[in-house]
Nanobody, 121 residues
Framework: QVQLVEFGGGLVQAGDSLRLSCVASGRTGSIFQMGWFRQTPERGREFVASIRWRDDSPNSADYADSVKGRFIISKDVAKNTVFLQMNSLNPEDTADYLC???????????WGQGTQVTVSS
């Protein structure tokens, strides 16, 4: 099992930036891909970004169209940590942000508890 804990959420104003962190523990050797998702009552859960854990190719990161050009996903494999740099935030980015682990056998297998991001207009 992999345990995930997110950090960095908070209340910001439109146009501001936040950097989220997610630290993995447990059986981290099984990680194939890590992703960020966000969840709201209105839209449910939606994909934000993902990155291959042991692949350093430039195209190993993927982004949802809604965040492309504003958000950047990055990793520190040695520290079992994935980051999400969020720039130019707008109220539509308000959500509970969760990180997740894909062990390479299909859908995401492990999920963090989430960290709330609220963007005021």
């Amino acid at each position: 099992q992999v345990q995930l804990v997110e950090f960095g959420g908070g209340l910001v104003q439109a146009g501001d930036s936040l950097r989220l962190s997610c630290v993995a523990s447990g059986r981290t050797g099984s990680i194939f891909q890590m992703g960020w998702f966000r969840q709201t009552p209105e839209r449910g859960r939606e994909f934000v970004a993902s990155i291959r854990w042991r692949d350093d190719s430039p195209n190993s990161a993927d982004y949802a169209d809604s965040v492309k050009g504003r958000f950047i996903i990055s990793k520190d494999v040695a520290k079992n940590t994935v980051f999400l740099q969020m720039n130019s935030l707008n109220p539509e980015d308000t959500a509970d942000y969760l990180c997740a682990v894909n062990v390479g056998l299909g859908s995401y297998d492990y999920w963090g508890q989430g960290t709330q991001v609220t963007v005021s207009s």
